[in-house]
């Protein structure tokens, strides 16, 4: 029997007892994900992106994992809440409007030494100080941004995060943190996405794919010498406890420079439809969601329950979940994956009978979370837990 054939019975056979629309995640995929991760990373430790994970139960399952260490959060609520749950390491790794997280965690110094806020800005600063409900110090890391800029500048190829690009830049604002009270500076961070987060080998594109990979390489040579002079100039200000750096896509690129000194991942875990199109690496899509066949309009197609879980970023089908089990179907380009019913083609509908599953993949990771209130854990052909995800402990923090 073809894996995919396998795994649909393993699935089907694990949630026989439960009705869909159901989410799981395949423990044997994410076990082999995330030693896959550890590998790519060289020594290095892994700090899982929390964002594209968005469930403490397996957030905990990686940190007890040899080679990872630490989280990176994607809002100051966030970081908050698993700092109080008991996660001593948390890096938030977006800067911060939210006073009333602040002042809460100005407040405890317990919280604080757990707590580390992303600065691009002075101005983040003089929010986090006016704010303040105590004089617990914060613990600062600065973010660098990781674009490749072309033509004096005039070509930029990046995530527009981080208006700090030049170390010279960076040592300013790092100069700043250094001289006011009540902040440590402790980290620096720049992430990659162009590289990361951009898969480079797409399938029936190959003159596409193959200007990704030519700006890929250009890339990670331009940032690893700009990283480089970065660290030296904030380390003449300020001892860094770590330098982080790459995401699922660039593990293996990011861990060799030597100035960095951790790498982080999440998607990779899940290995969402998107992380497929990678030539350095191929993981085992880990987590899935199954939604009911409810109609037969005819010969040649059905339709399941809702499944229109669209992700963030530019709209355009590679942002759709895709049906993944049985192999074979495709959406009625019509109507496409809808809020309320899908109808779908292709060659197995008309094996398919009412209360049948059907599975798919999300195209980005944690977002799956968003729609579910619960993921059960398959080991082999059995769920052996069931776990909340941040939306079923009642967490929605964007």
Not at 175 to 197: D, I, N, S
Not at 207 to 224: K, T
Not at 338 to 367: N, Y
């Amino acid at each position: 029997m073809p894996a995919a054939a396998t795994d649909r019975a393993r699935y089907n056979r694990a949630t026989a007892h439960l009705d869909a629309p159901v989410a799981i995640v395949d423990l044997r995929a994410f076990d082999a994900n995330a030693r896959d991760l550890v590998r790519r990373a060289r020594g290095k430790p892994v700090r899982v992106a929390s964002k594209s994970v968005r469930c403490r139960a397996l957030l905990e399952r990686a940190l007890a994992m040899d080679g990872f260490s630490g989280i990176m959060s994607f809002t100051l609520a966030e970081s908050l809440w698993l700092a109080r749950s008991g996660f001593p390491d948390v890096l938030l790794a977006y800067p911060s409007a939210d006073r009333a997280g602040f002042a809460a965690l100005t407040g405890d110094a317990g919280l604080a030494a757990a707590v580390t806020v992303m600065v691009d800005d002075p101005a983040q600063l003089d929010l986090i100080d006016a704010a303040r409900s105590g004089d617990a110090e914060v613990r600062v890391c600065l973010e660098m941004d990781a674009s490749l800029r072309l033509l004096g500048g005039r070509v930029r190829i990046g995530a527009r995060r981080s208006p700090l690009w030049s170390p010279a830049r960076l040592a300013e604002l790092a100069r700043t943190v250094v001289r006011r009270p009540g902040f440590r500076l402790v980290g620096l961070m720049a992430y990659e996405g162009h590289v990361a987060g951009v898969g480079d080998a797409l399938a029936g594109q190959p003159v596409r794919s193959r200007a990704i990979r030519l700006m890929q390489a250009a890339a990670r040579r331009d940032l690893a010498a700009r990283r480089a002079a970065a660290v030296r100039a904030v380390r003449a200000v300020a001892d860094l406890e770590f330098v982080n750096g790459g995401g699922t896509g660039s593990v293996q690129h990011t861990a060799a420079e030597d100035a960095v000194t951790e790498v982080a991942a999440g998607s990779g875990l899940y290995q969402p439809r998107l992380f497929d199109d990678y030539t350095s690496f191929q993981g085992r899509p880990a987590a899935l969601f199954a939604q009911p066949v409810v109609r037969r309009p005819g010969l040649g197609v059905v339709t399941v329950l809702g499944g229109g879980y669209p992700a963030s970023g530019p709209a355009g089908t590679d942002r759709l979940p895709v049906p993944y089990l049985p192999a074979g179907l495709r959406y009625d380009t019509n109507e496409g994956p809808g809020e309320v019913q899908t109808p779908l083609l292709g060659p197995p509908v008309d094996d398919l009978l009412i209360g049948d599953k059907v599975w798919f993949r999300h195209a980005k990771a944690g977002e799956m979370c968003e729609r579910f209130d619960e993921l059960h854990l398959v080991d082999g052909d059995r769920v052996v837990a069931t776990v909340p995800t941040y939306r079923g402990e009642g967490r929605t923090f964007l």
